[in-house]
Nanobody, 128 residues
């Protein structure tokens, strides 16, 4: 049973990447999913989340640039990241929980309130 984030890489400022959060051993359609990131020397930051019904929330730093979505048939949640800038450089993690308030509060306050699952991160580097 695990989550795995993937899709990171090196991209130039202004570029785009799409991250994936895939589940194995359980079905994501019963879970609310959050994306977090942690840059070197900085605290973990909540980025975005999506409820099992598809309602979304975005942190101020990514609003208008990032889009979270889910494909339950593929057991995967995506984070489309556009207009990337060097401040977006970080390791990105996804996390899942059955309780929406746990995920939403976690993203809003950039804290782990006891998520059921955390995925291994994927590195995103924005640099020219």
């Amino acid at each position: 049973v695990q989550l795995q984030a993937s899709g990171g890489g090196l991209v130039q400022p202004g570029g785009s990447l799409r991250l994936s959060c895939a589940a194995s051993g359980f079905t994501l359609d019963r879970y609310h999913i959050g994306w977090f990131r942690q840059a070197p020397g900085k605290e973990r930051e909540g980025v975005s989340c999506i409820s099992k019904n598809g309602d979304t929330y975005y942190g101020d730093s990514v609003k208008g640039r990032f889009t979270i979505s889910r494909d339950n048939a593929k057991n995967t949640v995506y984070l489309q990241m556009n207009s990337l800038n060097p401040e977006d450089t970080a390791v990105y993690y996804c996390a899942a929980d059955r309780v929406l308030s746990t995920v939403l509060a976690g993203v809003i306050h950039s804290k782990d309130y006891g998520m059921d699952y955390w995925g291994k991160g994927t590195q995103v580097t924005v640099s020219s």
